[in-house]
């Protein structure tokens, strides 16, 4: 005589092995999908069951122009987790003649679109260098921001030539980072 407590058991067994059935079924398909290829349709019955249970899936028999074509395609577990394992393929490098990529796009605070370097000779250094101590020896104490902005030059302009006037000693800096101040050491006459 059967209880009710096997009764439940058997239908839970009969519901585990259904779902396992189901969720075999779903991987098998998403396998063969992520790798282009066609995806069977399979109805579940019990054969589906007992078939995924001996680790085989029988697909129905696919029509191919009138005459039919049964394939029975073995798939086993170790391959399925060895293809959702594998690694995505690289991405294809682009051919040594292909053109350059463009510049980026200027942000949206307004800066310039990155320009390409342009380097500036010696002479063009020295004058630059020239227009500070100038500009210094008329405001002794100016700060890097007030010199820059009155001279219109920016920050890659600025670099090289204070630099260089200190090393020669023309200019004495006082003060750190933005706090710095500069004034002339000697008049812009001398050199």
């Known amino acids: 005589m059967t209880t009710s407590r096997d009764e439940i058991r058997s239908l839970v067994g009969k519901f585990t092995s259904d779902l396992e059935g189901l969720v075999r079924t779903a991987a ?8 282009g290829g066609a995806t069977p349709k399979v109805a579940f019955d019990k054969t589906l069951a007992t078939a995924l249970a001996s680790k085989r899936v029988a ?3 696919a029509k191919v122009g009138t005459a039919t074509k049964t394939t029975k395609p073995v798939v086993r577990p170790s391959l ?3 293809t959702l394992k594998a690694k995505p393929a690289k991405p294809a490098k682009a051919p040594r003649n292909a053109p350059a990529k463009p510049a980026k796009a200027a942000k949206a605070s307004g800066k310039a679109a990155a320009q390409k370097r342009i380097r500036r000779s010696d002479d063009q250094i020295d004058l630059m260098a020239n227009a500070i101590h100038e500009y210094v020896a008329a405001h002794p104490g100016s700060g890097a921001e007030q010199i820059k902005t009155s001279l219109k030059i920016s920050k890659a302009q600025w670099l090289l030539p204070i630099k260089r006037l200190q090393d ?7 003060g750190e980072k933005r706090s710095t101040t500069y004034t002339s050491a000697r008049s812009p006459s001398k050199k």
């Open 28 to 35: 098998i398909a998403a396998v063969q999908s992520a790798l």
């Open 59 to 61: 697909a129905k028999p």
């Open 80 to 82: 399925v987790t060895k």
């Open 168 to 174: 020669q000693g023309r200019l004495i800096a006082r």
